[in-house]
């Protein structure tokens, strides 16, 4: 979990966020115990026609929230790697709301501390949930792993199917085989 | 309070101004629910008969549910019920979105309005704080346009908003309620009403969080729920409802089309969902906590509608304004879709009120002096975008239609009658001739004909249908539906008031999600009241009851309504695998016998009887329809 962080990856249709906020209701239920989506730790920004963009704490390395409290209220914790407020500390300024690149992290109108993502203690419900599946929880090399099997095999296949090596395909879904015409309703 | 619910009830006076917060009553949650259940209920006690659908003393009703704002599946809708000025009888619309569920956070289970207010205004709720704003500057403004300027008043992208288009406020009977881009209430013009009371729009905002009585329970039913995979749903992500039309074209007929002259239209194939996924589509779109997506983002962006932006379209929009009036353009369709959502009208009553118009020009019913110079012809899309434009706008020939299509049929004359195909004024969109199900569904729904209140699909055999009651409930041709029918009605209810969805529940066919039994599990889980699969059929029982009895009040309804149009007796089916079948009198007749019997209603009026409305504890309703029979066969004795 020490190096694992929430990544928003979209795929082709229908891989994509619509916007549902489950995410959101799901967050604020595991961690308020009550459904109470402004009260989620991630955010889906909309804006019409088309714009659905979940925020969420990226959990930097060097982070410019903890970076910018001035009575130290803010820590990164060495065990998990998520950030911590210390509520003894934390005055409530909101100054670390304006140094967050990403809108992740800032106080829902009417609360006292900033509400910061603690990844659900290794099992993020967002991520769980995600009817899209667009929101994956995995470390930067995970990341770049997928990435590099997909370049690799783009260059590769011709000669793998050249030497017979090319993996078998898979069948295509049901609902994939209607879009491609061969099964019919 | 019981949990699980918001707790309050927001009633609003719009003649006086007067904003009353009340809680919600326990014993009416209880009986009813919530949404659907108790909008009827509070619809049925405050609308005596001698109020018109479109005098201010008619109540708007809006309704969450008890699911609604939760974490269960698609559990995002609301209800809007009053008396419909379409059929003036008891008319709701639904709708998905997001609206419910804010209303739901702002601490309101229900919103009741009444009165008129004396200039355009709208309604702005932020928790407790309720304001009547001035609504001059969104007058006459497209639903698009009303969104914005209220978000940029209110300086909040957040807001939740209801609005009528400019058809609601022309008062057009099949006008809607629009919820975004796309999202509409639309049965029954429910938008007429909001425009009689010179209501504009609401904008909703709330914080308050919903609390359940087992938290743990219900995320785990949640989450099993969501693990659930099926292929409709798959197919409701990756084409939306209209993967029907695709199962038509593969087919060869569709479920009428020329306003049921026939079956067959060969070009359907123009407007397969597939051709609309490569070249249109952008992003999926969901509604509240759906898993599902089945809504979508098109742009257009080459020819006559490049720059043209929206969501959808749905079947019910791709039915009734394509396939319908035959047109073959996808562009066409889709702007045909953006007006209607832009003016704010159900589009598969606009769509039959055109193929009404066609149909009438067709057999010279109608000539060109009267439909201002236009050539009604079939498949023209210019023609079907100029009768939206006049529809809403109420501009000559369209002032009309603008009745929707019963009204414009008995004003024409000629015969014309004959080809407005509606059950009590709302119309018909899919044939019911060799569809028995489908048939004694569509007659007996208590808002007129639609298979959202729970029909006995035939031919698409539903398993939970068959268990209970036999094989032979989906024989197409076969008579005995009544009970079949009598459970999938009450169980239709359910959705409606938990507020969920109902292409997730076994109406739809679709039986892996929404079972009865989740509902007993969610309902346990959220309120910590134990129930009964029993007991919620009940209340599904109970919420018909009370619905069929205020059109039997107001509307005076019975056995003489539930019929069909005499098209579908007269004229054979010309194709399909029902060719030659027509509707048969004595077949129906047998049908309804059986019906109200099973029903417990009167079999010669078909009105619930006193002893089956007191068996569901609604005795002031057994009263009044008592009191009822008791005037009307005093004045048939004189």
Excluded at chain 2, 211 to 229: D, G, L, T, Y
């Amino acid at each position: 979990m020490q190096h694992r962080r929430i990544y928003f990856i979209e795929g082709a249709f229908p891989q994509m966020c619509s916007g549902c906020r489950l995410c959101e209701v799901v967050c604020s239920f595991h961690h308020e115990k009550m459904f109470a989506p402004w009260l989620s730790r991630i955010r889906v920004f909309k804006k019409e026609p088309a714009v659905d963009y979940p925020v969420f704490c990226r959990r930097c390395k060097n982070p410019p929230c903890v970076k910018s409290c001035e009575f130290s209220a803010l820590r990164v914790d060495p065990n998990s790697g998520v950030i911590v407020v210390d509520k003894e500390a934390c005055i409530g300024c909101g100054e670390c709301s304006k140094a967050c690149s990403f809108g992740a992290l800032y106080m829902p109108d009417g609360e006292e501390f900033p509400l910061v993502c603690d990844l659900c203690g290794g099992d993020p419900k967002c991520v769980k949930y995600c009817p899209a599946g667009v929101l994956k929880f995995m470390t930067s090399e995970e990341l770049a792993r997928v990435k590099q099997e997909k370049i690799a095999l783009g260059h590769m296949d011709k000669f793998l199917e050249k030497w017979g090596l090319a993996p078998q395909k898979e069948k295509p879904s049901p609902v994939e085989a209607m879009a491609i015409g061969q099964l019919k309703l | 309070m019981i949990k699980g619910y918001a707790g309050g009830i927001l009633k609003i006076d719009l003649s006086t101004g007067e904003i009353r917060k009340e809680s919600l009553p326990e014993d009416l949650a209880l009986s009813f629910i919530g949404g659907r259940g108790i909008n009827s209920k509070i619809l049925y006690d405050e609308v005596e008969p001698a109020i018109k659908p479109l005098s201010p003393g008619n109540c708007l009703v809006f309704g969450t549910g008890l699911l609604v704002g939760t974490m269960a599946p698609a559990c995002g809708r609301g209800v809007i019920t009053a008396r419909s000025p379409l059929t003036n009888g008891h008319g709701d619309a639904h709708s998905g979105g997001w609206w419910s569920p804010e209303l739901k956070y702002a601490g309101y289970d229900h919103l009741v309005i009444r009165g008129k207010a004396e200039r355009p205004v709208y309604l702005w709720i932020e928790d407790e704080q309720v304001e009547i704003r001035d609504a001059s500057h969104l007058w006459g403004k497209f639903n698009n346009d009303v969104h914005k300027i209220i978000k940029k008043d209110l300086e909040d992208e957040a807001v939740q908003i209801l609005c009528i288009g400019p058809a609601g406020e022309n008062l057009v009977r099949s006008a809607c309620i629009m919820h975004g881009p796309k999202r509409s209430a639309s049965r029954g013009g429910m938008g007429a009403v909001m425009g009689s009371k010179n209501l504009k729009a609401i904008a909703i905002k709330g914080r308050r969080g919903i609390q359940v009585a087992h938290p743990e329970k219900f995320e785990v039913i949640a989450a099993e729920m969501f693990s659930r995979k099926s292929f409709m749903r798959d197919a409701l992500t990756f084409m939306g409802t209209p993967a029907i039309i695709l199962g038509e074209i593969s087919q060869g007929w569709s479920c009428g089309t020329k306003n049921m002259q026939t079956v067959l239209f060969p070009e359907e194939k123009e407007l397969n969902p597939i051709i609309y996924n490569k070249r249109y589509l952008r992003r999926p779109k969901a509604c509240f906590a759906c898993g599902v997506r089945c809504s979508r983002i098109y742009t257009i962006t080459e020819g006559e509608f490049a720059g043209l932006w929206g969501e959808g379209p749905d079947w019910g929009t791709m039915h009734n304004l394509a396939v319908h009036p035959q047109t073959t353009s996808w562009p066409g369709l889709l702007k045909a879709e953006w007006l209607v959502n832009q003016y704010g009208m159900d589009a598969c009553e606009v769509g039959m009120c055109i193929a009404f118009a066609m149909e009438c020009y067709q057999r010279g019913i109608l000539s060109e002096e009267e439909t201002d110079g236009l050539k009604l012809k079939w498949g023209d899309k210019e023609v079907v975008l100029e009768l939206i434009e006049k529809i809403a706008k109420r501009e000559g020939f369209g002032d009309l239609l603008a009745d929707g299509v019963k009204r414009a049929g008995e004003k024409i004359g000629k015969g014309a009658e004959r080809y407005a195909l509606t059950v009590k004024g709302s119309n018909i969109t899919a044939d019911v001739r060799g569809k028995h199900g489908m048939l004694l569904g569509y007659v007996t729904s208590t808002r007129g004909p639609d298979h959202l209140r729970g029909l006995v699909f035939d031919g698409y055999p539903i398993k939970v249908l068959e268990d209970k009651f036999g094989k032979e409930v989906s024989d197409p041709l076969g008579t005995k539906k009544a009970a079949a029918l009598k459970w999938i009605q009450d169980f239709s209810a359910l959705p409606d008031s938990f507020g969920t969805c109902k292409l997730q529940s076994v109406t739809e066919g679709m039986e892996n999600m929404y079972t009865l039994q989740d509902y007993c599990k969610l309902y346990e889980a959220a309120t910590g009241i134990e129930v009964s699969e029993d007991d919620l059929m009940e209340v599904g029982e109970r919420i018909t009851n009370v619905e069929r009895s205020f059109g039997v009040k107001v509307a005076g309804w019975g056995r003489k309504d539930d019929t069909v149009p005499d098209r579908f007796f007269d004229e054979p089916l010309d194709a399909g695998p029902q060719k030659g079948i027509k509707v048969k009198r004595e077949d129906l007749d047998l049908m309804l016998n059986d019906y109200y019997q099973v029903r417990g209603w009167d079999v010669g009026t078909g009105v619930p009887t006193k002893k089956k409305l007191k068996e569901l504890g609604l005795n002031t309703v057994a009263r009044d329809l008592e009191k009822l029979i008791f005037v009307k066969k005093k004045r048939e004795g004189k």
